[in-house]
Structures are given as structure tokens and as C-alpha cells.
């Protein structure tokens, strides 16, 4: 199923992304701020509500006198300022009654001299106190002052919306700025993303112009040469068309021509006996001929079989069943054989047909009575024929798909016998070269990399 957020476009994303990195960072810094502006205040504060009530009641006339005269609340330089008089042996009071009742527990602690002093917040008549108490000495009074945090909290509030607004105005900066960001940075990326476009619709594989060294640029190389790849298989697969198309024509209309000729003559006797019997002989032959071609394309085209199996093996037991195979077909000639046990990791029936088309190879071009030989040794399997050899100019192309020297293009076969060989020698990391034998014919040699001996 399709994933939410890949429904919008990678440049919506980055700018989401970009709004939401920077909203969270000013919500983190406004919280912090705030945090830490509200602690220090109320620190503040406290302290100097402590030390007002410390000096008034270290003052000469002493807090008794003080709470016998009632003293306004100007006294401790601000007007805002509520006093309470703490005795523990006969209560609290104060001018304002609800004051004197808000007095708790760690006030009357300060009082006995259990602790040094308080500070607390306490609501009174709806509205926010801060209280601090500090003790008279005698062990059993303390003093009380409470100051509303009020003007504190509507500073908090205007910083706040301080920080809102800035903070509005830096996501949408942010915004703003990842759009450009995004914009600008993914230029190439919907460049790329055009040629791909152009590329699925017109099917031409032009490479992509590369600008710089970064990320992008190195994803536009891949691509161009993911573009070149491509381009070398169609070349080729197209070149294979053409030429079994071309390599199929000739036994397809020569059988035509025979099975027009043997429709032709029906029952009558207008072919004699011998005529017919060549003629069927001729439609075998070019059957057989169609059969093996076919199957050299199939094997060509399979670059990896899936049904290949590769295991640890004696690549002299594989040159044993090949040479038994080709021996039967060519009875005429000798076949010298010298192997030595090779240790390889393949699959048998791969390497069986790449041994037999050598050895086929080299039986086709020997005279007769001719020496086939085949030697193995060090992993490096040699075969050759007593022929005329390959002439220098057919070296380089002796491996092409369909390639026939014009010695050979009057002898049976596909010319793909040999491609088929290199490309079974690729798919087992092997090597094979073409040159000329020790009898001054033809020769190959097929070189695999062996394994330790089981």
C-alpha cells in the first residue's frame, strides 16, 4: 500500500520537512526562555521579599512593636506588599484577613526556627501570592510577606506572544526557504526525472548532460551508463535478430523449394526413386541444420541459465564424455587425448557443450585420417586439428555471434559454435583465446579456474 507521504512531491516534503525542523527548534527555544524567565523572576522576587522582611525584623523597634502599632504597608517600600504577623502562641493576623489565613505549615515552621525561611505560592481571593516568611529569633514569630505575581505573569504572557509571533514568522521564513531550497536543489533531480520521461516515450537512449561532482551528478553517470548498457543490449539483441533471421532464411527456403518440388510430384513418377530419396535426404539435412541453430541461439541468449547447477567437479572427466560424444560422429579421424585431473566449480552440462563444440570445431576443419588433440593440464585445456589454421585477419572475430571466415561459410554449421564456448567461459569466470595449434592448424585454449582437490 502507498505510504501517506509519498503521495506529494519530493519538493513538498523537503519544505514540510524544513517548516517542521524549524517550528520545533523556536518551540524548544520559547519554552526554554519562558522557563527559564519565570524561574529567574520568581527567584528574584523571593529574594527580595527575604530581604525586606529580614530587615524589618531586624530593625530597633523590633517586630512586637511593630505589629502592636500596626504598620501601613508602605513600610516595606511597596504598596503591593501584604504583611502578616506570625506569633505561634497567639496566631496570626494582618490588615488583610485572608492573608492571615493563608498562612500554613512551613510558615509556622519558620516561626518555631525549624527552617530559615519559605517561600511559596498561595492564591488568595482569586488571585496568585507569593509568600516568604522569615523568622524573629525569639523562637516562636516570624514575619510574612506576600506579594502578588500578577505583573509577572502578564510579562510572562507578553513574552509569550513575543516568541509566538517570531516564531510564526520564522517558520514561514522557513518555509519560504526550504521551498527555494527545494526548488533549486532538485533542479537537476527533475531534470533527470524529464529524460527518463523522454526515454519511456520515444525510446532514444541519449545520454543526460552532468553537471558538478555531487550526489545528483553521480546519480545522472549511473544512469547514463545504466543508458549505455541498455543501449549495447539492443544493439546486440538486434544484431542477434538480424542475423539468425539471415542465418534462418537460407535452410527456410531451400526446404520451401524441396517441399514444393516433392508436392509437385505427388504420386507420379516425374522424381525417380533416387531423386525423392535425395530430396528427403536434403529436407533431413536441413532440418537437422535448423534444429542445431535454433538450440546455438537458445544457449546464447541464456546468459545465466536458472536451471544450471554449479558444483566441484573434474573438468578431465567432462573432456572424456565430450570426446566420446564427438568420436562417434567422426570416425575417420584419431583423437589424441593426454588429461590430468582438473578440480573445477561449474556446471557439467555447460562445460560438456563448450568441450564439444571445440572438438567438433576441430574435427570439422581436420583432413581425413587427421589428429584431433586434447590436452589438459594446469587448468588450461588445449584443443587443435591438423587444418589450415585460422587465418591472422579472422583472429580478432573467430568468438563473434554468426561469424564465418569465407573458408567456411561453404561447410555445415551456425557460427555460433565458438561464441557459445567464450560465453560459457565468461559464466564460469574462465578465459578462452584462439591461435594456431601444434600442427600448424587451428587451436583453442580453454582456461578455468581450478579449486583444491576434493
Known sequence: MRRPHYRYSLASRVTM???MAVGTAV??????AYASVRMQTTEALDQSLLERAQAAVKSPEGLQTLSRQRVPLWVFGAADVRIVFLDTTQGAFSADPAMARAVGRSEIAVANGDKPSSARTVTVNDQRYRMVAAPA???HSALVLAQSVEPINSMLDRIGIVALLFGSAGMLAAA???????RNGLRPVRRLTRAAEEIARTGKLDPIPVDGTDEIARLATAFNKMLATLSESQVAQRQLVADAGHELRTPLTSLRTNLDLLIQAGGSDRLSPAARTELLEDVRGQINE???LIGDLVELAREDPATSTHHGLDL????????????RRATGLQFDVRLEPTPV?????????AVTN??????????AGGTVRAYLKDGTLMVSDQGPGIAPSDLPQVFDRFYRSPDARAMPGSGLGLSIVKSIAERHDGVVRAGTGPDGGAGFWLTLPTIAAP
Do not use: F, Y
Open 137 to 139: 529569633g525569639d523562637g
Open 358 to 367: 571445440l572438438l567438433d570445431n576441430a574435427a570439422k576443419w581436420s583432413p
Open 17 to 19: 520537512l524544513a517548516t
Open 316 to 327: 578431465a572427466g567432462v573432456v572424456e564424455a565430450a570426446v566420446r560424444r564427438v568420436r
Open 176 to 182: 519560504v526557504a526550504g521551498w527555494a531550497v527545494a
Open 290 to 292: 535448423m534444429t542445431t
Open 27 to 32: 518551540a524548544l527555544m520559547a519554552l526554554a
Open 345 to 353: 566449480h561449474g556446471d557439467p552440462a555447460a562445460l560438456e557443450r
